[in-house]
């Protein structure tokens, strides 16, 4: 789970709301930020496990990276909250 600011989500909402014909098909914009504040929700639970305690984000995004290894499919991190103010560990 990764922490999004409100100002990146801002900047996304108004990226998005400048795609015309496609925010009239789909009001992405407007869906935005209740996704990422379900995110940090289920997230909680999901990355930290049950009964987890959730992070103290507004927003977040969740993303499940996994590499092939030995004809096998394995986690290719440690499940955790990355706040803004942390350093993603080098890959």
């Known amino acids: 789970m990764v ?3 409100p100002e990146y989500i801002a900047a996304q909402m108004g990226a998005l709301a ?3 014909k496609e925010v009239e098909r789909n009001d992405y914009h407007l869906r935005l930020p209740a996704w990422q504040i379900d995110n ?3 997230g ?3 990355v930290g496990g049950q009964g987890a305690q959730a992070p103290r984000f ?3 995004t ?3 990276a996994v ?3 030995n004809a096998k499919w394995r986690q290719a991190f440690a499940r955790k909250f990355l706040s803004l103010s942390e350093k993603p560990a080098v890959f």
């Open 40 to 42: 940090v929700r289920r």
């Open 18 to 20: 400048l795609h015309a």
């Open 67 to 69: 590499k092939f290894r």
């Open 62 to 64: 969740l993303y499940n």
């Open 44 to 46: 909680a639970e999901i």
């Open 58 to 60: 507004a927003f977040a």
């Open 3 to 5: 922490e999004g600011s």
